[in-house]
């Protein structure tokens, strides 16, 4: 008896090693090197509360037009300041606002449209940059073609194609401007880990404008997903080949290039990748096909992720959320 | 002899996953320092009486946060609920009177792509 159980230790022992090599071999395989120097906070500001210019919920963010736009989620309004933090304005609950309980998450700005993702209402809203609403998609939950469970983002083509990440039905959805289902991409309701073109709780999406490829921040799934014009599967990126490894073994996930929940994704002036990896605290930058550039980020003074979202003025400088501080923090390149 | 040959090539494995695991434990907490952070142990605290206090496993970001605050939001007399991301917990307000069994919030929990731990604490009796 005491054999056997000697024989099943070293067995156990010695299998588990070798997953754990192997683990290593592919894991130190798949870290590329920064090719560029972090970024450096130099401005910030905010703070927990519900006046103008503090927030709860930090969990969106956009810029354009000498603006920034801050999804405050659980305050219901999106808050405008100039780049430099000066609060101007809010877009909030009411007739030609926010609908009611609102909990906007991830911002998209293209053709000078402002796209919300409304998690609660199952609604994608657009609004002008004055914050006036024009339309609002979905509003009612639902698995149907054109219907949503809790957009995390949306954004739009250069042709005016709404593209949103269907959060809980696992898929993202191709919509003409005024919602018409065109395509979806992704089983709905159907988790997949492996193959591009299936997600696990997409979280934001965002169109290149220079290629009219999309990205999708596939979160669950550690990984960026890119797809052309037509939702076409392009490529993957985090950790090897994109390939999700069961959140319980991704011990590797805060390697370079690697993930843990990416909640947002958005483009830079250049058609570089900027991605918000919450569960690292860090932000991350690739070029336009995935190549890894660098990696920035300060861990956050209050219990919590020091990172949610993150958008890039037409200037260079990242601006990005801290939903643990409750502020808003401006990065630049050295 | 192959016998031998085999506990030989067994105990070198597991020789080998003896000196791999501390530097992969190192590389773990140089690497998570989030998980490291958010994995610490929380105080015993009195719970609400008004409220079903559940632990809930998964819960990594406000998408989860929200996600499970939706899904109870849907259940009749819930009235608030309260997440905390760090400790995995989830505190349900409920009108007086209101009760749900252990099936209903398991339910409740995996609708909304998680798997519940355990139920802490409920409302008081009579309340």
């Known amino acids: ?334 | 002899m192959s016998s031998k040959v085999g506990n030989r090539i067994l105990t070198m494995l597991g020789i080998a996953f003896a000196t791999v695991l501390p530097g992969l434990a190192m590389a773990f907490v140089a690497v998570s320092p989030a998980q490291a952070a958010t994995s610490a142990p929380t105080a015993q605290q009195a719970w609400p009486a008004d409220a079903y206090v559940v632990r809930v496993d998964g819960l990594a970001c406000p998408f989860c946060a929200y996600g499970i605050e939706k899904q109870f939001s849907h259940m009749p007399g819930v009235t608030s609920t309260d997440v905390n991301l760090a400790s995995g917990v989830v505190v349900v307000h409920v009108k007086p009177g209101t009760r749900f069994d252990q099936a209903r919030i398991d339910k409740t929990v995996q609708q909304a792509g998680f798997r519940l731990k355990a139920i802490v604490s409920q409302p008081a009796a009579g309340s």
């Not at chain 1, 905010?46 to 354009?64: E, H, K, M, T, Y």
């Not at chain 1, 000066?86 to 877009?91: G, Y």
């Open chain 1, 1 to 334: 008896m005491r054999r056997i159980v000697r024989w099943v230790a070293i067995f156990g022992a010695g299998l588990v090693g070798l997953l754990a090599i192997a683990a290593l071999v592919i894991g130190f395989g798949f870290v590329p090197a920064a090719t560029q120097p972090p970024y450096q906070m130099v401005a910030g500001w905010g703070g927990p509360g519900s006046a103008a210019g503090q927030f709860d919920g930090p969990n969106g963010i956009a810029v354009a037009d000498h603006r920034v736009y801050v999804a405050d989620s659980l305050n219901h309004r999106i808050q405008i300041f100039d780049l430099q933090g000066h609060f101007l304005s809010a877009i909030a609950v009411g007739p030609q606002g926010l609908l009611p309980q609102a909990r906007p998450m991830n911002l998209n700005i293209t053709g000078g449209q402002l796209y919300v993702g409304d998690y609660w209402n199952d609604a994608v809203q657009v609004f002008t940059l004055d914050g006036r609403l024009l339309r609002t998609l979905g509003g009612q939950q639902g698995a149907a073609p054109g219907r949503f469970r809790a957009p995390g983002g949306a954004s739009a083509e250069a042709d005016g194609t709404v593209v949103v990440a269907d959060f809980y039905n696992q898929r993202v959805q191709m919509l003409s401007a005024q919602g018409r289902f065109i395509r979806q991409i992704g089983a709905t309701g159907h988790k997949g880990y492996v193959a591009g073109g299936s997600f696990n709780y997409p979280m934001d999406v965002a169109v290149n404008a220079r290629s009219g490829d999309f990205y999708v921040a596939d979160g669950y799934n550690d990984r960026i997903q890119e797809f052309d014009a037509q939702g076409r599967f392009l490529r993957m990126w985090g950790g090897p080949f994109g390939l999700h490894l069961p959140a319980s073994i991704n011990f590797l996930g805060g390697l370079r290039g690697w993930f843990r929940t990416p909640t947002c994704v958005a483009i830079g002036p250049h058609g570089d990748v900027f991605v918000a990896d919450q569960e690292n605290n860090r932000i991350q930058k690739f070029t336009a096909d995935g190549r890894f550039l660098t990696a920035f980020s300060r861990p956050p003074q209050a219990a919590g992720y020091g990172v949610g979202a993150v958008a890039v003025a037409a200037n260079g400088d990242v601006y990005a959320t801290d939903p643990a501080d409750q502020r808003i923090e401006v990065w630049r390149p050295r």
